[in-house]
């Protein structure tokens, strides 16, 4: 008895005990608090209200209409009042447009001249008895898209949206032309996911182009398009598409309740979409996909995601995403499977290359040097005599210059980008070495682990796994290769408590449905690929259609 | 103010965490490597204990002609005491993870315990179980001085007991935790000898006999004495015999697959151990003529050849074995041991005077499967 109670007391024994205990509990309160601060900036946003703006309807009058517009716009000099009279009934009206944003040419040829030429064979009683707007719109204007607006915020909102308003004096109403003037470019290849094999065409920043291309590479008449409005103030458009009779609707719900939820001023990029509708913001991973490939969008809604875009941005979202499927490319299922197997696996191994590389060299370097075979031991020893720094602040100098010389490149012009990139390597390939400062191997480590981190086929990844390629290296530097341990086991509880629109990250690595892993570290061959994923419980299982 | 003890409370709770670390970080170049041990008989005290290290040189500095090793040598009464001693001398801690050999002096191997010898690395938790342990007729400081500028002796060792399957004339090397566990049993076993060859070059020559009981070294065997053992054993895959014809002619037989059994009967006090050596192998060379391997009279003749210099070699060192050395190395206790299990546990004590005194009989068949790419001389 005496023996356990001195036992007790020792203060080894009582200190741990207590540390035993204190830090998870501490840890567990910690997180508990910052998920509770989460919820409380959620709740903040989602019921805003929104206030009703005092609408006022177009008077028959042209002159108070007029003068309302002018009142709200008026101090811009882009916008164009253009006062005619109607050739048929004589009566003044306005056109009001937005200059430069506005098709002129097909305004003056479809608008303005039909309008103001003289009547020729106008039945003149049929005007007087039918209502003015429709029999312009009838039989005047030759236009095919066009509508009416009773409101004068309204009207006010389509001017802005590029589209010239005409208000006629004694009517209640005014025609809209849908004449913006398209400002686009041609379909090019994506930069950022260009491939050897596939479709050489990337979504553009027209959100209309960008659908019409969709329907292009479908026929079915399920693919469902869905538009809304997102930003408060600058209105862009948003489209929802997925396949109807295949997506899970759960899912689509999720997804148009997270989108309802986007309370912001302006979005200007999809990436502002994906921050706010994502699952976990403290995650290092991207849980949303983003493309600039249509044929990637057109497989990721027949597997039964949903795919979102966004007008202003070639940037496409998919959800919901899996960790595997950040290491797909489309040209994995364009090319033969045996080799595209080989392709995948050698991500995979890329990617844990990218991660633990450097911390494993730290490790093994200083604290587990027994386990480098002897000759690479000594070759290692006498590389790094004569090195000032130890091998973990080496790793970190390295692996910030490297970082760097990426972000110059990528930022600077790019023939002058291509000169950072040869100066760096001369630099860091050189003159470090000769001068001592870091060792030869280290620069092999470091280039290998550099040129791993750029297999990931999605940029996002790529630089998560960056971030993590140092914790891991901070891990290694405190606890070696137990640290490292410490640190995988980490990232494996993490990813699996990670999901991604209620679909756990790292499908289908955990065991949902045996069909799913022929699409896993290997690409089975395209025959045997009968099912779509289970993961995300479509509607319509089945690939082909007996 | 709540807000801040919590965020001081968990910045506290992590540097907990990271400060426990690090503890044993320590890079690669600020060790000293040991790459062998040598442990030698000294005059005035009882050990003389070398270390072979690397020279660490600097990859941009290399080609200044430096040694690519260094010796330390001290002595001193006990081995860590001598180990302790290297802290006012070297750099850089000891560091014995990458020990490749260690070597043992005959003379020293003679007058101590080798677990004696051996007790500091046996105990020490930080050493490995498999540097391969020689003996020498020479100095363990001699072996590890002989120099050549392109390869630390010790690697040297080390890579020459690699050659063991492709000759008869050496037997397996002995690693640490091979040799724990004879010493731990009390059996007997041999001990390959590296000793210093022609032009000054190191050679792997012989072996040591160790007494299992003593744990000493008794006697030396050597390299025909080794062939007659690795025939016994029947371990070896590889390896030749050469023999005469009766012309006089000499041709070499490769084994290509060996195996021996060995039955033990007892009847009353004596032992007798039947061994059937077995073997199938080519014929290398041969400078008979004609020598037609196509006739299988020749082959027949050939393999009884190769049966008798066999026969020669097992019973003439069975013979110095059992009458010279008294000591079973090839493991025929083993054997006997597991056919009369309690038999043994009374007499295992004084297994090697049974041993002394059995009986063996021995039955080599030959076999030659083929005559390599040709068969006659014309």
Known sequence: MDSVLAFILRQEVYFGTFMLIAIPVTLNISFKKLIELRKQANNSRSP?????????????????????????????????????????????????????????????????????????????????????????????????????????????????????????????????????????????????????????????????????????????????????????????????????????????????????????????????????????????FPQIQSTERPDRVMGGILEGRVAILLDGTPFALIVPVTFSMMLQTPEDYYERWISMSLIRLLRYAAIFITVFLPSFYIALVSFHQGLIPTDLALAIANSRVGVPFPSFIEALIMEAAIEMLREAGLRLPKPIGQTVGLVGAIIIGEAAVQAGLVSPIMIIVVAVTAISSFVTPQYGLGIGLRVLRILAMFCSATLGLYGITLFFLMLLIHGSKLKSFGVPYITPGTIYSKDDLKDFVFRFPLFTMNTRPKEFYPKNNKRKPK | MKRKQFYIVVMSLFFLCVLSGCWDNKDIEELTLVLGMGFDSSDQQKIKLIYQIPTIISSTESGSGQSIYQNYISEGEAVHEIIRDGATKLPNPIYTHHLKVIIIDQELAENYKLSFILDQIFRDNVSRLSPKIFLTDKKAEEILNVSDDSEIPSVYIDSISDNEQ???????????????????????????????????SLQLKGAGVINGKEQKLIGSLNEQDLQGINWIKGEKQGGTIKIHHKSGQVAIYEVKHLSSKIAPTLHKDTVTFDVKITADGWISEDWEFPGDAFDEKYIEEFEDLVEEEVLKYAEETTDKLQHELKTDVIGLGNQFRMKYPKKWEKIKKDWNAYFATSTINYDVEINVTNMGSAGSKK
């Open chain 1, 48 to 284: 805003l209200t929104k206030k009703k703006a005092k609408t006022q309807d177009v008077s028959s009058l042209l002159e108070p209409n007029i003068a309302f517009i002018k009142s709200r716009l008026g101090i811009n000099t882009d916008i164009v009042f253009r006062n005619f009279n109607l050739a048929i009934l004589n009566r003044k009206c306005t056109l009001v447009y937005i200059d430069g944003f506005v098709n002129k040419l097909a305004m003056r040829q479809f608008v303005v001249e039909p309008l103001m030429s003289k009547p020729c064979n106008h039945d003149q009683q049929m005007i007087k008895t039918s209502d003015v707007i429709a029999y312009l719109i009838d039989n005047v204007i030759p236009i095919i898209d066009m509508n009416t607006a009773t409101s004068l915020d309204d009207s006010i909102y389509n001017i802005l949206s590029g589209c010239p308003v005409l208000f006629v004096d004694g009517e209640a109403k005014c025609i809209i032309f849908k004449l913006k003037k398209e400002e686009t470019r041609s379909i090019d290849e994506p930069v950022t996911e260009a491939l050897v094999r596939g479709p050489r065409m990337g979504f553009l920043e027209n959100l209309r182009d960008n659908t019409a291309l969709l329907r292009s590479l479908s026929g079915d008449p399920n693919l469902t398009i869905v538009e809304q409005e997102v930003g408060e103030r600058t209105k862009r458009k948003l489209a929802i598409v997925y396949i109807s009779d295949i997506v899970n609707p759960d899912l689509l719900g999720e997804v148009k309740e997270r989108i309802a939820t986007i309370q912001l001023d302006n979005v200007p990029e999809s990436g502002y979409i994906e921050q706010i509708i994502e699952d976990d913001y403290l995650s290092l």
């Open chain 2, 166 to 200: 492709s000759t008869m004339k050496l037997i397996s090397s002995m690693s640490l935790i091979d040799l724990s566990a004879d010493l731990m049993s009390s059996q007997s076993f041999l001990m390959p000898n590296v000793t210093i060859g022609e032009n000054n």
